[in-house]
């Protein structure tokens, strides 16, 4: 009796071992059969501004129901398509992250529709000691003399003339994705048509000084600029021309004699170096 129990007890036992294993066996092979895309993704870290090659992409399975949209499925739907961001390894190629079709790599490749690249020159103080990296956001200010009138000495003014400037270059180099300052004697900004004309006016007529600021601060501030009295708290003196005041005319004095009669007719009369003046 015991060996019957004991017996029922294992069969019991291996069918429902059987019956995991079928399970499992069915569930690794329901999920062995999700459907899947070949996705092309980076092989190596690519710089933005590379022009993209076979040997630096490979495919990998990639889920359909989270295939990355506008990502791409063969390798050769890349050749010679140039990055405009850095891609790191493993990350998938999608076209927002693609300069358009024939763009030529290099700079020019990551310049925004619209947009100019400009360089500067700078030192360590200018170039926010090397802090200013490509990537961050600097506000552009200029030390210059500030015209007056005639008669007026010209003042000296620091004043903001362009805000959230993007840093494509510094030097030679566009990799956004090194944080370590470095210290260079030239920045390539980012700016429309207009603000490359007030940088190419505000380097000719004083010195200029990057403000580097919050890569999330879109905020814009207009200053009036400051100059050196305002900087000392000394106070302007404004000259105004006093009004000249009206002379008061003379009283006439009454008369108290009788009324002279204007003569009609006047004769000057010259004779011997001498002059008379005889009336009728």
Excluded at 27 to 46: E, H, M, P, R, Y
Excluded at 53 to 63: G, K, Y
Excluded at 77 to 102: N, S
Excluded at 116 to 130: E, F, P, S
């Amino acid at each position: 009796m015991k060996n019957i129990k004991a017996l029922g007890l294992l069969l019991l036992a291996l069918m429902t071992g059987l019956a995991a294993a079928v399970y499992a066996a069915g569930w690794v092979s329901q999920q062995g059969g999700i459907a899947s895309n070949k996705v092309v993704v980076a092989a190596v870290d690519i710089e933005l501004g590379s022009r993209v090659n076979a040997q630096m992409l490979s495919t990998v399975d990639w889920p359909s129901g989270s295939v990355p949209a506008g990502s791409f499925g063969e390798i050769k739907a890349l050749d010679d398509r140039v990055v405009k961001v850095g891609v790191v390894r493993g990350e998938p190629l999608i076209e927002g992250k693609l300069a358009p079709v024939g763009t030529q790599g290099g700079l020019s490749a990551v310049i925004s529709s619209g947009k100019r690249a400009m360089t500067v020159r700078v030192n360590d103080v200018v170039g926010v000691a090397g802090f200013a990296l490509p990537g961050n956001y600097v506000d552009v200010m200029v030390n210059a003399q500030q015209d007056k009138g005639r008669g007026e000495e010209a003042s000296q003014i620091s004043k903001t003339v362009l805000e959230k400037v993007l840093v494509l270059a510094v030097a030679q180099e566009a990799n956004r994705d090194d944080t370590k300052p470095k210290v260079v004697s030239a920045v390539t900004l980012e700016l429309s048509l207009e603000d490359s004309e007030k940088l190419d006016l505000a380097r000719s007529v004083g010195t200029l000084s990057l403000v580097l600021r919050n890569q999330m601060d879109k905020t814009t501030v207009a200053t009036g600029g400051i100059t050196k009295g305002q900087l000392f708290g000394e106070k302007e003196i404004v000259q105004v021309a006093a009004a000249a005041a009206p002379v008061p005319a003379r009283p006439r004095a009454p008369r108290t004699g009788p009324a002279v009669q204007r003569a009609s007719e006047c004769v000057e009369v010259i004779q011997h170096a001498a002059r008379s003046l005889t009336c009728f």
